[in-house]
Structure formats: C-alpha cells, structure tokens
Nanobody
Framework: QVQLVESGGGLVQPGGSLRLSCGASGSIFSINVMGWYRQAPGKERELVADMSDGGSTNYGDSMKGRFTISRDNAQNTVYLQMNSLKPEDTAVYYC??????????WGQGTQVTVSS
C-alpha cells in the first residue's frame, strides 16, 4: 500500500501562483512515476504533469510553459509549481503514484480555485 498526502491548494487570483506538494509513504518502489491530475466539475480527470524517478516529464497541453513539476526522490515527494494561473485551472488536483507492479495510487485531492 502507498499513502499520498497532498498540500498547497487554495484560493488565488488570476495571474497568481501556487505550489502543490505530495508526499508518498508506505511500500514505495524506487522506480516509479509520480504526478498530478486534475478534475473540474462536470469534466473528466486530466493529466497535469508527471515525472519519472529518472526525470522524464509529461505535461498536459494547456499547462506547458506555466506549470513545472519536480520531485525529491529521497523524500518521495513531488511538487507542482503553478504560475500564471487562470480561472479555467480551477479544479481538484490529485497526486498519483504509479509503479508497474503496484499499479496506481491516488491522493485525496486538494482544491485549487482561481478567482478574483
């Protein structure tokens, strides 16, 4: 089992920034992919960004250039720096841990609201 604890969500004005953090604990495989997905009301969950333990990254198209994912492998923690936030970025952001043998685990989600 893997437990994920997210933090850093909140209310921010358009154009502002937020930094999300997600720490993983439990039965962690050193080779894994950690990342962030988001889900807005009435929409499907979508990829925001993910990053392998080796540093390979993937970003959702609308996040490129504004969001940056990073991780601390020693701390099993992944971060998401979100800049130039827009109202359409409003969603619940979920941390995800994935390993080929263990499958995927999800955090409880953290709300990000972009509004003036």
């Amino acid at each position: 089992q893997v437990q994920l604890v997210e933090s850093g969500g909140g209310l921010v004005q358009p154009g502002g920034s937020l930094r999300l953090s997600c720490g993983a604990s439990g039965s962690i495989f050193s080779i894994n992919v950690m990342g962030w997905y988001r889900q807005a009301p009435g929409k499907e969950r979508e990829l925001v960004a993910d990053m392998s333990d080796g540093g390979s990254t993937n970003y959702g198209d609308s996040m490129k250039g504004r969001f940056t994912i990073s991780r601390d492998n020693a701390q099993n923690t992944v971060y998401l720096q979100m800049n130039s936030l827009k109202p359409e970025d409003t969603a619940v952001y979920y941390c995800r841990y994935w390993h080929g043998s263990a499958g995927a685990y999800w955090g409880q989600g953290t709300q990000v609201t972009v509004s003036s």
